[in-house]
């Protein structure tokens, strides 16, 4: 329980202190090149930090990590109250980067240790993030939002505090090594082309709800959705065949985003951001156990998946960002759809059942 409601408080502030970023970087006078920058240089930090720490977390004491990593976490949300220019929320938001970066691999690695479900942990992950969506809202203000965000996390902080030591087997790491990539790539690839896709499809789908109709109240509903049913479905992912579970995810996932396309009114996607979310449960719960499953060095096999996440956010935002510039919404969805097939392809031919 400790640990679930970790997952849920810090997973909570990412998603508060995420969802009107973009809003706050244009008020603090940022163009849309700057936001773009901005949510990049975010991804970039996360994405070397979850590497470098998820190595970590193969070595170090996992608890003391933890515990590093929630308590840089909250100091750096709350830093993100003193931004005052385009120049200030970029470096805040790549401390806080850095920062979050540091805990998810020592925290699934308690859930390792401790003999939890993956699956029930990680769907509190979801619920945080419909949390989150909803938390901002109500919030509005961008500084409360940031205090609220801090003090979610110091509140975790204080719940590890009370965590037994887990003991797990350490490795000596190479921290410049990429052999963990190599032996797992065709778990990496694909869930790296389905996010990207993803993402491009997500940085331009408020302006999509939009051109269909809907405000900024149904848009936050409709995004409320996907971590919903992500929440009550991840949990019911034990003891199943994973790499079925996978392969399945991102075909699903493809329908998914060409599902978006018919529509002339905003509530037609609904039953596709159902279908996001059964895959998205699909894809991360199944491929954090392949990797926990298949991996000796466990931390940095499925912390990995955070570098993962980072890196797509990047290039999917770009994507998004370019694609729709020159050929419009529709033509975001389609990228997304054929990201996501090429995705399951991979899957198909080279993800194997040795565990």
Request: glycine share 8%.
């Amino acid at each position: 329980m400790k640990l679930d409601a970790i997952q849920f408080f810090t997973n909570t502030s990412m998603m508060l202190s995420m969802v009107f970023i973009p809003l706050l970087a244009e008020d603090l006078g940022a163009s849309y090149m700057q936001i773009g920058i901005i949510m990049s240089v975010y991804g970039l930090c996360l994405g070397v930090s979850s590497y470098m720490f998820s190595k970590a977390a193969d070595a170090w004491n996992i608890k003391r990590l933890l515990l590093a990593g929630l308590a840089c976490s909250a100091v750096a949300y709350l830093l993100q109250v003193f931004a005052d220019d385009p120049l200030t929320l970029g470096l805040a938001r790549g401390l806080l980067g850095i920062a979050i970066g540091m805990y998810p691999a020592a925290l699934i690695m308690h859930v390792y240790g401790m003999k939890r479900s993956i699956s029930k942990f990680i769907s509190f992950c979801a619920l945080g993030w419909a949390a989150g969506f909803i938390g901002a809202g109500i919030i509005g203000d961008y500084d409360l939002i940031f205090v609220v965000s801090s003090a979610l996390v110091a509140l975790s902080f204080v719940i590890a505090l009370t965590l037994p030591e887990v003991k797990v087997k350490r490795l000596n790491v190479s921290y410049l090594s990429l052999d963990t990539v190599r032996a797992n790539w065709a778990v990496y690839l694909p869930f790296l082309l389905r996010h990207t896709g993803a993402t491009a499809v997500w940085t331009i789908f408020p302006l999509y709800m939009a051109s269909l109709g809907s405000d900024k109240f149904w848009i936050a509903a409709i995004y409320t959705i996907n971590p919903l049913v992500q929440f009550f479905m991840m949990r019911r992912l034990d003891g199943r065949d994973m790499v079925s579970i996978v392969k399945y995810g991102y075909l699903v996932s493809s329908i998914a985003f060409l599902s978006f396309i018919p529509p002339t009114i905003f509530y037609y996607v609904l039953p596709g951001m159902v279908l996001v979310a059964l895959s998205w449960s699909f894809l991360y719960v199944g491929s954090t156990e392949l990797l926990l499953c298949r991996n000796e060095d466990k931390a940095a096999s499925a912390g990995l998946i955070t570098t993962v996440i980072s890196l797509a956010s990047v290039a999917g935002s770009l994507i998004g960002g370019a694609v729709s510039e020159y050929h419009g919404f529709v033509a975001v969805l389609m990228v997304g759809a054929v990201l996501c097939f090429a995705g399951f392809l991979i899957s198909a031919k080279y993800l194997t059942r040795t565990c």
